[in-house]
């Protein structure tokens, strides 16, 4: 990381389909002075379409989220719209079976739920390091 990205805020966009998990991913994230929510969606088409306006430097992504489109899909998409953004996957013990193959070559980093504050913040920092 550069000294540009050490004094920057790191910008997160977050996509659930759970209200309360993306609540409480942002209040994990609210009270850290280099870090800031810029945005949330409910489905990954509704993320895909708006990040077209925002630049984030991480995505949380739920890897369950429901809205018609497949996890695989919905990651390519936002590769293609935010290239340089580190994709941190969102699951519980029940979707354990797809993170091998999501995390391949280990593209993807992921915290599992329920949220642990420490674990989210690491995560986060540890992608944006890379």
Known sequence: MDETQLNSVIKIFV?????????????????????????????????????????????????????????ADIIKELENIAPNAKIILCTDFSHDGQIPKITHDGQYDFVRKPYVKNTVLRAIRNAVRE
């Open 15 to 71: 996509i659930d389909d759970n209200l309360a998990a993306r609540s409480v991913l942002s209040r994990h994230i609210k009270n850290e002075k280099d870090l800031e929510v810029i945005g949330e969606a409910g489905t990954g088409q509704g993320g895909i379409i708006m990040l077209g306006e925002l630049s984030p430097d991480v995505i949380m992504l739920e890897a369950a989220v429901s809205g018609g489109m497949q996890l």
